[in-house]
């Protein structure tokens, strides 16, 4: 396994690879196809030997089948990976239908979890998003007793506003936060990071593309049957003005020899030594743009130019990452 930059999950938590493999993308979510098992298994071994040790899945992640790819991913190298499980969000045939944050049912998600799994105890166990329908006190005691019974290491969270951040912390040590960050998605700087960075908890941030807005490939209109027309980001007159934008990213892009995923990814990496770029992946062949993203630096200019053109509120219609 070779080295990478770690970074400390809470005052007092694990040391962990500065970037992350999320492996949804790995299991069916929403009714599609499942990607190639094989490949994706080759790609968390690979992505393990590379030195990025941080797995992030959800129980519901294809009805389980995620947790169950990654148990026999690693079933010979538990030691080298960091498992961090979603939990609590409630599909069916494809449909969210909501969330189960009742204590007794954690208690039995986290069985099914360490089963699928193949392993004894978890890494990082959260709520994938909590909705007032359970004291935050209970949903974070309850995991705090699984703590104590060994069966979870660390706790994180999940898509949560800057007082359920508190609430979490002030029941038990939170180590991670979860939550969407990029260039195009910054409202969580206002209230949210600050929050993060004072209670000393560091932030595992996915969508650093932004649903693909970054990459620079997009054209508009979107085909009829992408699923990012049912966010107003993504239509009409919306996603010519954010194509405009990103044009900006595209020159920053080639001028630095690189691509705008690359760009994207690594201005998340720079906005704090407590923030891990979590990147979804199902091939190898992502992973050296990947990893290279990581050894990207920014002059105080380009970081002017990528801040200004991208300041909050510059990309207009919402997405999914936008909730009351």
Not at 10 to 36: F, K
Request: charged share 20%; with cysteine.
């Amino acid at each position: 396994m070779k080295n990478m930059e770690k970074i400390q999950l809470g005052h007092n938590g694990p040391y962990v690879s500065r970037l992350g493999l999320g492996c949804m993308r790995m299991s069916s979510i929403w009714g599609g196809s499942t990607p190639d098992e094989t490949e994706s298994i080759a790609t968390i071994n690979q992505a393990l030997d590379e030195g990025i040790n941080f797995l992030n899945t959800g129980d519901f992640y294809g009805a389980g089948h995620n947790e169950m790819l990654i148990g026999r991913a690693i079933k010979n190298r538990r030691d080298d990976a960091f498992i961090s499980v979603k939990f609590g969000a409630i599909f069916h045939n494809g449909h969210w239908l909501g969330l189960d944050l009742r204590p007794l049912s954690i208690k039995n998600f986290i069985n099914y979890s360490l089963t699928r799994l193949g392993v004894e105890t978890i890494d990082l166990y959260q709520p994938s998003r909590m909705d007032g329908s359970v004291p935050v006190e209970d949903i974070i005691g309850t995991v705090a007793d699984l703590v104590k019974e060994g069966k979870v290491r660390y706790i994180g969270v999940s898509e949560i506003t800057a007082d359920q951040l508190r609430q979490a912390n002030s029941v038990h040590p939170i180590s991670a936060l979860e939550i969407g960050y990029s260039l195009a998605d910054r409202q969580i700087e206002k209230d949210l990071l600050p929050a993060a960075k004072e209670l000393g908890i560091g932030v595992v941030a996915f969508a650093n593309t932004a649903e693909g807005l970054l990459t620079g490939d997009l054209k508009a209109p979107l085909p009829e049957n992408d699923y990012r027309n049912a966010f107003t980001r993504f239509k009409g007159e919306n996603l010519i003005h954010n194509l405009e934008k990103v044009e900006v990213l595209k020159q920053l892009a080639g001028d630095k020899n690189c691509t705008p995923t690359q760009l994207a990814i690594a201005w998340v990496k720079e906005q704090g030594e407590h923030i891990m770029p979590l990147v979804s992946m199902s091939r190898r062949t992502r992973l050296p743009e990947n990893l290279a993203a990581m050894d990207i630096t920014f002059t105080p200019d380009e970081i002017n130019t990528l801040n200004t053109t991208f300041a909050p509120g510059a990309i207009t219609g919402d997405t999914y990452l936008q909730r009351s």
